[in-house]
Protein backbone atom coordinates (compact mmCIF):
# COMPACT_ATOMS: atom_id res chain seq x y z
CA UNK A 1 0.00 0.00 0.00
CA UNK A 2 1.08 3.33 -0.90
CA UNK A 3 0.01 6.91 0.46
CA UNK A 4 -0.65 8.37 -3.00
CA UNK A 5 -3.86 9.64 -3.50
CA UNK A 6 -5.23 8.99 -7.05
CA UNK A 7 -5.52 11.52 -9.35
CA UNK A 8 -7.81 11.56 -12.46
CA UNK A 9 -7.67 14.84 -15.26
CA UNK A 10 -9.58 15.29 -18.14
CA UNK A 11 -7.72 16.71 -20.94
CA UNK A 12 -9.92 18.74 -23.26
CA UNK A 13 -7.92 19.58 -25.84
CA UNK A 14 -9.22 22.62 -28.34
CA UNK A 15 -12.80 20.99 -27.96
CA UNK A 16 -15.81 23.06 -26.05
CA UNK A 17 -16.36 26.81 -26.48
CA UNK A 18 -16.74 28.62 -23.45
CA UNK A 19 -20.32 27.67 -22.62
CA UNK A 20 -20.14 24.15 -23.45
CA UNK A 21 -17.38 24.08 -21.05
CA UNK A 22 -18.81 25.10 -18.39
CA UNK A 23 -22.26 23.18 -18.72
CA UNK A 24 -20.04 19.78 -18.57
CA UNK A 25 -17.76 21.68 -16.00
CA UNK A 26 -21.02 22.15 -13.82
CA UNK A 27 -22.50 18.72 -14.30
CA UNK A 28 -19.05 16.88 -13.87
CA UNK A 29 -19.21 18.94 -9.98
CA UNK A 30 -22.54 17.50 -9.43
CA UNK A 31 -21.67 13.50 -10.25
CA UNK A 32 -18.45 13.57 -8.50
CA UNK A 33 -19.54 15.94 -5.25
CA UNK A 34 -19.42 12.93 -3.02
CA UNK A 35 -15.54 11.90 -4.28
CA UNK A 36 -13.18 12.36 -1.52
CA UNK A 37 -10.76 9.79 -2.28
CA UNK A 38 -9.56 11.33 -5.49
CA UNK A 39 -8.54 14.35 -6.74
CA UNK A 40 -9.85 15.21 -9.55
CA UNK A 41 -8.75 17.90 -12.86
CA UNK A 42 -10.33 19.23 -15.98
CA UNK A 43 -8.04 21.47 -18.67
CA UNK A 44 -10.45 23.28 -20.48
CA UNK A 45 -9.17 25.35 -23.66
CA UNK A 46 -7.53 28.65 -22.61
CA UNK A 47 -10.49 30.62 -23.70
CA UNK A 48 -12.99 28.50 -20.94
CA UNK A 49 -10.68 28.89 -18.18
CA UNK A 50 -11.82 31.83 -16.27
CA UNK A 51 -15.58 30.98 -16.91
CA UNK A 52 -14.93 27.61 -15.96
CA UNK A 53 -13.55 28.67 -12.68
CA UNK A 54 -16.33 30.53 -12.09
CA UNK A 55 -18.69 27.43 -12.30
CA UNK A 56 -16.57 25.04 -10.26
CA UNK A 57 -14.73 27.21 -7.55
CA UNK A 58 -17.09 25.86 -4.63
CA UNK A 59 -16.54 21.78 -5.47
CA UNK A 60 -13.69 19.82 -5.27
CA UNK A 61 -12.89 19.87 -9.33
CA UNK A 62 -9.64 21.82 -9.89
CA UNK A 63 -8.62 23.79 -13.04
CA UNK A 64 -5.34 22.84 -14.84
CA UNK A 65 -4.29 24.55 -18.15
CA UNK A 66 -3.40 22.69 -21.40
CA UNK A 67 -0.47 24.17 -21.75
CA UNK A 68 1.84 27.72 -20.72
CA UNK A 69 4.51 30.09 -22.14
CA UNK A 70 7.58 30.06 -19.81
CA UNK A 71 8.34 34.11 -20.42
CA UNK A 72 6.19 36.77 -17.95
CA UNK A 73 5.76 38.81 -20.53
CA UNK A 74 6.19 40.31 -23.69
CA UNK A 75 5.80 40.29 -27.16
CA UNK A 76 5.04 36.65 -28.02
CA UNK A 77 1.71 36.65 -29.68
CA UNK A 78 -0.75 33.97 -29.07
CA UNK A 79 1.02 32.98 -26.11
CA UNK A 80 0.14 32.34 -22.76
CA UNK A 81 2.06 33.39 -19.41
CA UNK A 82 2.31 31.17 -16.03
CA UNK A 83 0.71 34.34 -14.21
CA UNK A 84 -2.08 34.52 -16.87
CA UNK A 85 -3.35 30.99 -16.11
CA UNK A 86 -2.76 31.77 -12.20
CA UNK A 87 -5.09 34.61 -12.69
CA UNK A 88 -7.70 32.41 -13.90
CA UNK A 89 -8.25 30.15 -11.41
CA UNK A 90 -5.80 27.12 -12.58
CA UNK A 91 -3.62 24.99 -10.33
CA UNK A 92 -2.05 22.77 -12.43
CA UNK A 93 -0.82 23.10 -15.69
CA UNK A 94 -0.12 20.39 -18.77
CA UNK A 95 3.46 20.09 -20.03
CA UNK A 96 4.85 18.59 -22.63
CA UNK A 97 1.86 16.93 -24.21
CA UNK A 98 2.41 14.40 -26.83
CA UNK A 99 0.33 16.42 -29.21
CA UNK A 100 2.16 19.97 -28.59
CA UNK A 101 5.85 17.88 -29.13
CA UNK A 102 4.13 16.55 -32.05
CA UNK A 103 2.70 19.29 -34.03
CA UNK A 104 4.15 22.15 -32.27
CA UNK A 105 7.59 21.60 -31.77
CA UNK A 106 7.86 21.08 -27.73
CA UNK A 107 11.36 19.48 -27.00
CA UNK A 108 12.69 18.73 -23.88
CA UNK A 109 13.95 21.39 -23.50
CA UNK A 110 11.17 23.35 -23.53
CA UNK A 111 9.65 21.53 -20.95
CA UNK A 112 12.59 22.05 -19.00
CA UNK A 113 11.66 25.67 -19.21
CA UNK A 114 8.09 25.28 -19.25
CA UNK A 115 8.18 23.36 -15.99
CA UNK A 116 10.78 26.13 -13.92
CA UNK A 117 8.23 28.46 -15.21
CA UNK A 118 5.39 26.46 -14.18
CA UNK A 119 7.14 26.00 -10.37
CA UNK A 120 7.98 29.67 -10.23
CA UNK A 121 4.51 30.27 -10.37
CA UNK A 122 3.21 27.58 -8.26
CA UNK A 123 1.63 25.93 -10.93
CA UNK A 124 1.98 22.25 -10.36
CA UNK A 125 2.75 20.64 -13.62
CA UNK A 126 1.90 17.77 -15.18
CA UNK A 127 4.59 16.38 -16.95
CA UNK A 128 3.74 14.17 -19.92
CA UNK A 129 6.16 11.59 -21.65
CA UNK A 130 6.07 8.72 -23.91
CA UNK A 131 6.93 6.43 -26.47
CA UNK A 132 5.89 6.71 -30.32
CA UNK A 133 4.73 2.72 -31.86
CA UNK A 134 7.79 2.88 -33.67
CA UNK A 135 10.16 3.57 -30.82
CA UNK A 136 8.46 0.70 -28.86
CA UNK A 137 8.60 -1.47 -31.88
CA UNK A 138 12.34 -0.71 -31.75
CA UNK A 139 12.65 -1.94 -28.36
CA UNK A 140 13.76 1.99 -27.25
CA UNK A 141 11.03 2.84 -25.02
CA UNK A 142 13.32 3.28 -21.75
CA UNK A 143 15.70 4.62 -23.80
CA UNK A 144 13.41 7.51 -24.65
CA UNK A 145 11.69 7.61 -21.54
CA UNK A 146 14.76 7.83 -19.50
CA UNK A 147 16.09 10.68 -22.20
CA UNK A 148 12.69 12.63 -21.82
CA UNK A 149 12.88 12.52 -18.11
CA UNK A 150 16.50 13.53 -17.59
CA UNK A 151 16.32 16.41 -20.00
CA UNK A 152 13.26 17.56 -18.94
CA UNK A 153 13.99 17.70 -14.73
CA UNK A 154 17.55 18.50 -15.60
CA UNK A 155 18.98 21.06 -12.93
CA UNK A 156 15.90 20.44 -10.40
CA UNK A 157 16.38 19.51 -6.98
CA UNK A 158 13.89 17.25 -5.12
CA UNK A 159 12.34 19.79 -3.29
CA UNK A 160 11.38 21.88 -6.39
CA UNK A 161 9.39 18.61 -7.89
CA UNK A 162 7.84 17.49 -4.23
CA UNK A 163 4.49 18.31 -6.25
CA UNK A 164 5.14 17.14 -9.64
CA UNK A 165 2.94 14.84 -11.37
CA UNK A 166 4.15 12.56 -14.28
CA UNK A 167 1.78 11.21 -17.08
CA UNK A 168 2.94 8.63 -19.08
CA UNK A 169 1.61 8.69 -21.95
CA UNK A 170 2.19 6.26 -24.86
CA UNK A 171 2.27 8.03 -28.21
CA UNK A 172 0.31 4.88 -29.80
CA UNK A 173 -2.59 5.31 -27.29
CA UNK A 174 -3.58 8.87 -27.43
CA UNK A 175 -6.83 8.94 -29.34
CA UNK A 176 -6.38 5.80 -31.02
CA UNK A 177 -8.54 2.99 -28.27
CA UNK A 178 -5.75 1.49 -28.35
CA UNK A 179 -4.87 1.04 -24.75
CA UNK A 180 -1.31 -0.31 -23.20
CA UNK A 181 -1.83 -3.33 -21.15
CA UNK A 182 -2.16 -2.58 -17.12
CA UNK A 183 0.72 -5.16 -17.40
CA UNK A 184 2.61 -2.89 -20.00
CA UNK A 185 1.80 0.28 -18.34
CA UNK A 186 2.83 -0.61 -14.57
CA UNK A 187 6.18 -2.37 -16.35
CA UNK A 188 6.67 1.30 -17.74
CA UNK A 189 6.00 2.98 -14.28
CA UNK A 190 8.04 0.82 -12.56
CA UNK A 191 10.79 1.93 -14.28
CA UNK A 192 9.78 5.59 -14.09
CA UNK A 193 9.72 5.65 -10.22
CA UNK A 194 12.78 3.49 -10.19
CA UNK A 195 14.73 6.73 -12.20
CA UNK A 196 12.73 9.54 -10.42
CA UNK A 197 14.95 7.34 -6.79
CA UNK A 198 18.15 7.32 -8.69
CA UNK A 199 17.85 11.38 -9.80
CA UNK A 200 15.79 12.47 -6.70
CA UNK A 201 15.60 10.32 -4.07
CA UNK A 202 13.20 7.60 -2.43
CA UNK A 203 11.39 10.31 -0.52
CA UNK A 204 10.04 11.68 -4.19
CA UNK A 205 9.56 8.60 -5.99
CA UNK A 206 6.99 7.28 -3.16
CA UNK A 207 5.45 9.98 -3.24
CA UNK A 208 4.72 11.39 -7.13
CA UNK A 209 2.45 10.72 -8.47
CA UNK A 210 2.74 8.56 -11.96
CA UNK A 211 -0.73 8.65 -14.12
CA UNK A 212 -1.20 6.75 -17.23
CA UNK A 213 -3.17 8.15 -20.56
CA UNK A 214 -4.29 6.63 -23.45
CA UNK A 215 -7.83 5.79 -24.42
CA UNK A 216 -8.62 5.58 -20.73
CA UNK A 217 -12.33 4.86 -20.47
CA UNK A 218 -14.44 3.26 -17.51
CA UNK A 219 -14.00 0.08 -18.91
CA UNK A 220 -10.35 -0.15 -18.51
CA UNK A 221 -9.76 2.17 -15.22
CA UNK A 222 -10.23 -0.09 -12.84
CA UNK A 223 -7.58 -3.09 -14.37
CA UNK A 224 -5.28 -0.02 -14.63
CA UNK A 225 -5.94 1.79 -11.18
CA UNK A 226 -5.25 -1.78 -9.66
CA UNK A 227 -1.20 -1.78 -10.57
CA UNK A 228 0.89 -0.73 -7.46
CA UNK A 229 2.64 2.21 -9.18
CA UNK A 230 -0.64 3.78 -11.16
CA UNK A 231 -1.57 6.17 -9.20
CA UNK A 232 -4.30 7.54 -11.76
CA UNK A 233 -4.89 8.70 -15.50
CA UNK A 234 -4.77 11.72 -17.72
CA UNK A 235 -8.33 10.83 -20.13
CA UNK A 236 -8.80 12.92 -23.23
CA UNK A 237 -11.93 11.48 -25.48
CA UNK A 238 -13.63 9.96 -22.67
CA UNK A 239 -13.49 13.47 -20.32
CA UNK A 240 -15.54 15.56 -22.78
CA UNK A 241 -18.80 13.70 -21.58
CA UNK A 242 -19.30 14.30 -17.65
CA UNK A 243 -21.11 11.22 -17.27
CA UNK A 244 -18.37 8.99 -18.97
CA UNK A 245 -15.73 10.92 -16.97
CA UNK A 246 -17.95 10.88 -13.77
CA UNK A 247 -17.71 6.82 -14.30
CA UNK A 248 -13.88 6.82 -14.67
CA UNK A 249 -13.57 8.93 -11.64
CA UNK A 250 -15.58 6.56 -9.43
CA UNK A 251 -13.46 3.67 -10.77
CA UNK A 252 -13.44 0.14 -8.76
CA UNK A 253 -10.52 -1.39 -8.96
C1 LIG B 1 -4.64 12.74 -23.75
O1 LIG B 1 -5.09 13.66 -24.42
O2 LIG B 1 -3.77 12.98 -22.91
C2 LIG B 1 -5.18 11.39 -23.95
C3 LIG B 1 -4.66 10.41 -23.25
O3 LIG B 1 -6.18 11.25 -24.88
P1 LIG B 1 -7.15 9.97 -25.05
O4 LIG B 1 -7.65 9.61 -23.67
O5 LIG B 1 -8.24 10.44 -25.95
O6 LIG B 1 -6.34 8.85 -25.62
Given at each position: ?40 M ?7 L???Y ?8 MLGA??L?W?K ?8 SPGMIVSSGCRYV?I ?18 KIRSALNNGLVPV ?29 F??YDLEQMI ?88
Open positions: MNNRKPFIAGNWKMYKTAAESVETAKKLACLVSGVINVDVIAPPFTASHVEAIKESSVQNFEEGAYTGEIIGHSERRQYFGETDQTVNKICIGETENERDAADTFNILDKQIKMGLEGSPLAYEPVWAIGTGKTATSDQAQEVHRFLRNLIETLLGKKIAGSTRILYGGSVKPENIGELMSMPDIDGALVGGASLDAEKFASIINFKS
